[in-house]
């Protein structure tokens, strides 16, 4: 009796059959589409810029645009939802390799299926279905680049094309049934699941970490990112070829554009920081 909520929470997650029966279909999956996607990207870009610009015209400066519950509730909303897109591909994951094992027989082990699907995978069933809705969740996420354009009155590009990327790269993994997109997905969630949670609690006033956690949890999943990545091309080579490389190598050019962008902000902003500080305790010996 005391494991039904978790017997039920464990079949809503892998078992459901919208879950086990799902399969990408441009015809019947929302935003299955090229033009869909390329569609949505370039009317985020508009509506930002479009927004910044009308803020420009029509509003101080200084003074930002009160939002009021909004980013609280966004954050909160968007931990919730990683946090069951990562329970979700967990449990899926484990099913998958449950049911599908006996077919590897001694080729692969689970860790090698989780880097590198086998050749012809489709893009059906569990862990699929949680690729995505990943994919969609990249459509509330891009929401937050509005509250910041409203707050700090400044259009970031290097924020446009950070929540673009993987919009993009998230496309790809149900297109092609790219391999590496269960480890992705777990790395993103777990982390979106921390960051939100983060800005959720400094959404509510209360006190903010002594140094940069959203920045450190960032660098600490591109070095993930960057260690399975180096597993793909081994398996690729030695292991007989891995499904959906082509979208892999892509994958591969926009993970390095946005670590180059990641890394040229996050060294700017150490260095406008230590900037600051210099002239802090200068302008403080002066006095």
């Known amino acids: 009796m005391h494991f039904q909520p978790f017997n039920r929470l464990h079949y809503l997650l892998s078992e459901h059959p919208a879950v086990v029966g799902?399969?990408?279909?441009?015809?019947?999956?929302?935003?299955?589409?090229?033009?869909?996607?390329?569609?949505?990207?370039?009317?985020?870009?508009?509506?930002?810029?479009?927004?910044?610009?009308l803020l420009l015209?029509?509003?101080?400066?200084?003074?930002?645009?009160?939002?009021?519950?909004?980013?609280?509730?966004h954050s909160l909303a968007m931990s919730i939802i990683s946090a069951i897109i990562l329970a979700g591909t967990l449990t899926s994951a484990v099913a998958e390799i449950r049911d599908?094992?006996?077919?590897?027989?001694?080729?692969?082990?689970?860790?090698?299926?989780?880097?590198?699907?086998?050749?012809g995978t489709r893009?059906?069933?569990?862990v699929f279905f949680w690729s995505y809705a990943f994919y969609l969740s990249r459509y509330l996420h891009v929401i937050r680049t509005f509250f910041t354009i409203l707050r700090r009155r400044r259009l970031s590009l290097f924020q446009l094309f950070t929540n673009s990327i993987p919009m993009v790269m998230s496309f790809l993994w149900l297109e092609f049934s790219q391999s590496f997109q269960v480890l992705e997905i777990v790395f993103t969630t777990f982390t979106y699941s921390i960051v939100y949670g983060y800005r959720l609690w400094t959404e509510l006033g209360l006190p903010t970490a002594s140094f940069p956690l959203v920045a450190n949890i960032q660098i600490f999943l591109l070095i993930l990112n960057l260690i399975c990545h180096c597993g793909v091309l081994f398996l690729q080579v030695s292991g007989?070829?891995?499904?959906?490389?082509?979208?892999?190598?892509?994958?591969?050019?926009?993970?390095?554009?946005?670590?180059?962008?990641?890394?040229?902000?996050?060294?700017?902003?150490?260095?406008?920081?230590?900037?600051?500080?210099?002239?802090?305790t200068t302008n403080a010996k002066i006095e």
Do not use: D
């Open 240 to 280: 007989g070829g891995c499904n959906g490389i082509g979208a892999w190598v892509f994958n591969s050019v926009l993970n390095g554009a946005f670590l180059f962008m990641f890394l040229n902000s996050f060294i700017t902003m150490r260095w406008i920081r230590r900037k600051a500080m210099e002239s802090t």
């Open 57 to 73: 015209l029509f509003r101080h400066r200084t003074r930002p645009v009160p939002l009021g519950p909004l980013p609280a509730l």
């Open 123 to 126: 893009p059906s069933g569990r």
């Open 100 to 119: 599908t094992r006996w077919l590897w027989g001694r080729t692969k082990t689970p860790l090698q299926w989780l880097l590198c699907f086998p050749l």
């Open 22 to 53: 799902f399969r990408w279909s441009h015809a019947q999956s929302w935003g299955a589409t090229w033009v869909f996607l390329f569609s949505s990207i370039s009317f985020y870009f508009i509506v930002s810029v479009v927004l910044h610009i």
